[in-house]
């Protein structure tokens, strides 16, 4: 864990370029323009009914205080309860429609975000988490979409509202409306003040959600694990931590609130008193009646209202301001793998590949993972892939689809650049089976038939038939229609990378790509597979990756990848007739007798190999 997350909150300077970052949401209120000015011509209606019933109910108190004339009440009371009534059902209106667009626009974020992930590459996994990603797409789009619809609206009505209740408070007197507008600026700059400091408050509070959202999500998938090494108090003790930094987060947010909320009012009250004393010494003397004062005394509450709730406002644009900055940080990160625009596939892929001068460096690498790699494959050729762990084996079959940026000029499928292939045709024509088996939480049917759940019954009986899944369907209580679980926990980890072949095997691709696929099954099952992988893809290209001299022996030809390069190639005869790494790994993995001495020697031999690299280690 980073130590930055316990420590104390990082304060910047108070500054407006926070609300920078709103401006992303420009194409919002383009989008939703109309709706919103609807909403705001509803809320300007109400405002302006509003602003009439102080005037009714100053002629009706005023002809109760002239004992000459005879009280008018009805009319006034009538007039006062039409324009509640209208203003009750036009508010109701424009309020749903206002929360219709909040929702809205959440929506629209949401697709937007889940989308732009999906196209995502190796990098930005590295560098925003899973549990970091569900809190900006959940958390961060909440306090987005306020701002959006109410926050822009509030601003609006509030520089109407206060413009209407000043202009009709100058009509009544423009003497007492000079003393009462006196602490309004106070007012309005306090506020300002105090919300724009608000977004690392706010910025904090969601960064901290990220943590514990990233922290549960990760221990919950790693529960087996946790169990397996009795931590639970541990991981206990871990959240505690967490959460509670979290919770130090909301408090300090929702303290500074709490202050913005208690001095806003404290503040606004100075321009009621100044009507109790100053309008009241000009109802003794005659200058306004008493209606004038009650009338006053209502729009100066007109406008104090909404000068009290512009710092809850303004902090509702912080709030989005911070929540903006970590989706769109999300949402302007750069598709690492690009396609031609306008790619075709061809209609006929035969399925030979070439390797010419491939070179490929992960960021931040000391050296080329893959260095200067060229050969040949042809279609309907097996091909196997040994090498140390990290030695570019695994990098060499993603670049084939183009899940890292392989350079171009570097990968051709049937003379074709593999960077001239749109990307979706590329992995539906090259399927690749990744070495870590991933299921989703369904049916092991659906599972099976993820990409095409139409598909006929006999397909996916043949290919999990040649996966060697058949024993296994046999043996669930529900067959094909099982419930795997999430991530497939109910599996074995061989019924899993069986499972996952199966999966492979059903899209009969022309190529298809094996990530060390038979690690967790044994040897007999492993013959087994290979019999049904030979069977189905007889005349179909396959690259298949293995520890294993068992799997590659049955390949047309093999290659040695070592730090990157080949070192060997050939097919099983003629490695081990070369007697290198090849025939070593033979030689260690054999158990037949006249192998015992020379594996005993070997495994001696790279003990002295493995101190003596760790002693040249700085």
Known sequence: MKGAMYSGPGRERASFKHLGHLKHLSIYFRRYGWILSFAILGILITNIMSAFVPLLMKTAIDSLADAAAPPNLAIPALAITLLVIVRFFIFVITRRVMRRVSIAVSYDLRKRMFEHIQYQGAGFFTKFSTGDLMSRIINDISMVRMVVSFAWVNIITFFFTVGTGIYFMVMLSPALTAW????FPFVAITGIMMARAMFPYYRDQQEAMAAVTE??????????????????DQEIERFNRISTHYAQMVYRATRFNAWLGLIMPILTTASPVIIIFYGGSLVM???????????????????????????MSLAMFTAAAAGAERIFEVLNYEQEINEVPDADLPEVVRGAIEFRNLTFNHPGAARPTINDISFNIKPGETIAVLGRVGSGKSTLLKA???????????????????????????RETCTLVPQDPFLFSTTLRENLTYDNPGREEHLITDAAEAAGLTSAIADFNDGLDTIVGERGQTLSGGQKQRSTLARGLVRNSPILLLDDCFSAVDTETE????SGLSRMR???????????????????????IDNGRITESGTHEELIALGSYYADLAAIQSDQDKDRARKSNLLHNLDEDELATAGGDP
């Open 180 to 183: 009462v507008i006196i602490p």
């Open 215 to 232: 922290f549960t999500q990760e221990n919950l998938n790693g529960i087996r694990t946790i169990q397996a090494m009795a931590q639970e």
């Open 285 to 311: 003397s005659g200058e306004i009646t008493i209606g004038t004062f009650v009338a006053f005394f209502s729009y100066t509450m007109l406008v104090v209202w909404p000068m009290r709730m512009i710092g």
């Open 400 to 426: 084939v689809v183009r899940l890292i940026d392989t350079p171009r000029g570097s990968v051709f499928i049937d003379d074709i650049d593999i960077c001239d292939y749109p990307v979706k045709g590329l």
């Open 527 to 530: 013959e087994r597979v290979l």
């Open 538 to 560: 007889s005349d179909k290209t396959t690259i298949l990756i293995s520890h294993r001299v068992s799997t590659a022996r049955h390949a047309n030809r093999i290659f040695i």
